[in-house]
């Protein structure tokens, strides 16, 4: 057992992954330079024909990544930042998303793409993406939002593992948190199994992503208050843990659910949707959202971060909802 | 070329008269309702898919298009499953999931035939990736028209293949419209063999009617890629008999007597007389023709006789593991 | 007044405009030859010009309208059918959803998308996609989903005259179906402003697009049963009548969200979302999804149909819903 | 060139000065902290942009990309509201909400400095299409870099503006680099304008440090463009100094004495010594650069004297209309 972080954690379930089998190969732009250390070393131990830098072409090497899985390849690709997932939909929903259907199961596309979720950081509009709740309306594409290092381990390890292609989100404010590290080389964690992350009683707060670590900093705050806060990680969209987050709503009677995305038709509707819809006998209140505010995210810093979920927040919505709202604290 | 006919030379006779035989069918009980959905047929363009076909291996990849019929069975594709497909039967291609778009038999290698336009292009640069990395010599072939050169796809999957030198080899079956637009009103340059100099990759024109011509380009293609030298862009200059899509309604575009002029060079036709001419009895070849009448007509049958997937077949496929079915469909 | 059909609203509402204002124009595939019927006659009343067929090209073409809105023109672009938007997605995700933000305010892009919602006819996985949910969860673009002719007319109108990017989704299914038209020219349904299309008492049905003349079906079998039904048109996705889908719900105190997308991170998701964190209180049973089932739409038409919102299923949800479910009528 | 250095020359000169100064402040304040993201700049690259927009006209359009600093200065814009931008002040020239990768002023004509690689180029054939419908003469003219030509937007903006010939300038600054990746491993074409053949588009290749020779082979494309001749490609063969983006806290890519070679080149020095040779005084050039100095300084004290945008601005200019405050923010 040994420390290491969210992008180590990367780092190492990709190096363990490459290093057993053969058939795994990483492509993106400039990842042989490594921009953000996920591909540190790799170059030496797997050779520049397994560790491929691309031409600026999301949809050709994208779409590349789909074939080379079609015949026998476990390509991951390293899409950078979200925001270019963009000009690489058309192979991403028209073929990566429907080729094993429309040809009846003949086609298997065991293949990952990985991207990161780059906001908060002044980096304006074009680069603050977190776009995952579209993938998620488009069947055929497995979606993971690990929120820790320990998560993106087991669940990256899975991913590479697994026959379907799997959008892999990497939430950029997630990268320096620490985790201790399994050593077994098989340590795995399946996609489509959540996480409690924090037990409690009143209120069931389903966090996505970033918004994990916000919602257990709330739990801490309102604990000190008599609030129990359960947090429940989803830590994959689809599949999407529901008997896991239903079965804490209906424990709690109470649900927030929290997402780093914009509001409108993000995750976290779409979770307070299934909440109303399966669980509405056990609801003791409304289903309240804190998501990002449903404007584009500015450059000037000064305006930038009040938009996301934070702590403070979701410690308003959880009093709000235990009828105990009282001004927030600075 | 076909001094002495030989199996090779009747085989590319009898691919291309399966896919005129298979489309004839198709289009007549498509008019009739018994095909749903849009039906694309490849008549007139046969001398092109057989052509690149036949320069493959068995165990070499094909992409193709939305004009989805011709690519199979000139790869080599057994008729039942692709016309069950065509009638949405569960003993179909694509169990009935895929339809006139995408008559893919991966058996053959044929790994996609995509309604997207251009969507293949990256797809074959990937096989063909793929063929790199696993140090085999199986090459990629991607069939695509003149108007799927102006996607972003093409440019893309033409520059990965380039600039990585893989075993691929671009077809561009310039049939001079794509839909009701002209080539000339879409694509600035008079040859689509112009495009390869972006990507400094060889580019052969080839008369898209004569079979044996688009065999010997696309031999010397896939030589190259093969050997280690890289991707080249075919161009075959062919023609669609039929409007975009058969049986619409209405004729989207008159294209008034050019077409009587393009059915002169029938690539059958064409073929048939040359046979003919090196010596191969009319009678083998009216024996041919029968034949593929009765595969045809067998195909058609067994499709019929075929059952329709059942509801609980739609959630299969969109993953490995089958999905679970939702109550409304249960109940 | 005189009847027309959904399609002929597209064709009359563009002709008018681009008669009034030279600044309209209008680019797509092969709308010279006009597959659908939505610009017969106007090469000969615009010239070439102004009616302009494009190189198959989305992301170029649909980019070129954003150049274009920016310099004083207002393109209208016929994206044929939705699917077609993918290859596009950067053009509209990064440029014509972001520049009047990201510019502070220099740009304006008045230009209207036009794309179909081309589903339930065997045109298979990758022809029959209904995406406009994911444009919803990014700010910057406002999106119409009009159901019957009048409601495309007065609204494909007043978007071309908007002066900012509006996305008009088209419903093959109700292409046929005829509405009475206004004869003045400057006949306009502002976007943003929803429609009751039928009053009741007992449950609100919000229905999207193509599921409207399905939700007025059903309230038809149900007021025989005398479950009185409240049909709640939004017409616009973006913006979204939240008071008046809030209003009806307070009124009937049930709901059920209809859309002929697939169900997770839908409209209907969102709408149900809202419902249920701003009107708990009304709320006397849980809020229903009729939406279409998580998986592609097959081609064969054996098994595609069921997979859609249908009037039975409304109706068995509205059974439900008042706890008077009975077997379902075939 | 330069025989009788005249108010043009001058002006080059002070343009490209004026970017040098300018960016060289805000490298050394981001370092310090108060400039917040990336900034990439644009130092090495001053003749491309400058030789570039001194070839328009004020009414003629202009867009740039991610490298975004250089472009506008280049066509003229004013320096305080690109510093405020810089610091995120709502006197920016976007308010405060575009920053580093985005100073575009539509007030000279600069439509956008998007930071999608290559999506700046549908945006230019659509401006040039606009003129065209108008029936004026003005002109678009894009720049994006070497790695963005490898981009669907590139081969599709290229094909429209050349299929409709469109009154556009494409001005490929080829800095040898898209981030760590060299040209020759993403482009194989040894020139970029070789890609101008897939579009039957002239091409021009010109010493990107050379403001005058960009400027002349710019004018010749405009002229073309102007007069109804449709589009053309200009390659500078340019350098830029930095790292792709500076004080990234390590060196992304080390390009070893390669950067000194091309500091030979400096495009500054280079017309500095061009002007002087042909009579310019030294001191009317050291005087212009204490002005420009000078307005750097002035440009630096402005955005710091300004405000930050309130938080209700985040919610204007989504759309023409402002967005409804959520209610956690007025709370
Ligand atoms: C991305 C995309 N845009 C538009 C269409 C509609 N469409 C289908 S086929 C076609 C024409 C294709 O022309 P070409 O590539 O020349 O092939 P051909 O039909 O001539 O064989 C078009 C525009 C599509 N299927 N996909
Ligand atoms: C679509 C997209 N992919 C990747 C990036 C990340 N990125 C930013 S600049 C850049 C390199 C661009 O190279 P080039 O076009 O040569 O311009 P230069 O930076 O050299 O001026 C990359 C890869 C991006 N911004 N957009
Ligand atoms: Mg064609
Ligand atoms: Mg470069």
Known sequence: MTKATYLEAIRQAQHEEMSRDPRVFIMGEDIICNVFGTTTGFVEAFGTERVRDTPISENGFIGAAAGASMVGMRPIVDATIASFLYPAMDQIMSIIAKSRYIYGGQARLPLVIRTCLFYGNSNAAQHSDRPYSMFMNVPGLKIMVPSNAYDMKGMLKAAIRDDDPVLCFEDSTCWTSKSDMPDDPDFMIPLGKGDIKREGTDISVIAVAGAVPLALKAAEVLAKEGISIEVVDPRSLVPLDKALILKSVRKTGRAITVDPAHQTCSAASEISALIVEQAFDALRGPVLRVATADTHLPFSPAIEKALYPTVDRIVTAARTLVGTARPVSA | ?331
């Not at chain 2, 336009?117 to 991607?142: E, F, M, T, Y």
């Not at chain 2, 033409?158 to 637009?181: D, H, Q, R």
């Open chain 2, 1 to 331: 070329m076909t001094d002495r006919p030989n199996d090779r030379s009747l085989e590319k006779y009898r691919r291309m008269l399966r896919i005129r035989h298979f489309e004839d069918k198709a289009e007549a009980i498509h008019a009739a309702g018994e095909i749903p959905g849009a039906l694309h047929t490849y008549a007139g363009q046969e001398a092109s898919g057989v052509g690149a076909c036949i320069a493959l291996r068995n165990d070499d990849y094909m992409v193709g298009t939305h004009r989805s019929h011709g690519h199979p069975i000139a790869k080599g594709a057994k008729l039942r499953p692709l016309m069950a497909e065509l009638l949405g039967k569960v003993t179909g291609i694509c169990k009935g999931k895929g339809g006139s778009m995408h008559l893919s038999d991966f058996s053959v290698g044929s790994l996609g035939e995509t309604s997207i336009v251009g969507s293949g292009i990256p797809v074959a640069a990937g096989a063909a990736l793929g063929s790199k990395l696993q140090g085999n010599d199986r090459v990629a072939l991607c069939f695509f028209g003149d108007g799927a050169t102006n996607e972003g796809a093409f440019h893309e999957g033409m520059n990965l293949a380039a600039v990585w030198k893989l075993p691929a080899i671009f077809v561009c079956e310039n049939n001079g419209y794509a839909v009701s637009t002209p080539a000339s009103a879409a694509v600035p340059v008079k040859d689509i063999a112009e495009r390869a100099k972006a990507y400094a990759m060889p580019a052969i024109i080839v008369d898209g009617q004569d079979v044996d011509a688009v065999e010997a380009a696309v031999t010397e293609a896939v030589e190259r890629a093969r050997t280690g030298g890289g991707p080249t862009l075919v161009e075959t200059k062919t023609y669609r008999y039929a409007d975009h899509a058969v049986n619409m309604g209405r004729i989207l575009l008159d294209r008034g007597a050019e077409v009587d002029e393009w059915r002169k060079r029938d690539p059958l036709t064409l073929y048939r007389a040359r046979l003919l001419e090196a010596g191969v009895a009319a009678a083998t070849l009216d024996a041919m023709e029968q034949e593929v009448a009765d595969e045809v007509a067998d195909a058609l049958q067994f499709a019929r006789d075929s059952a329709y997937p059942e509801q609980a077949d739609a959630f299969d496929d969109v993953f490995v593991d089958r999905l679970p079915i939702p109550d409304y469909l249960t109940a």
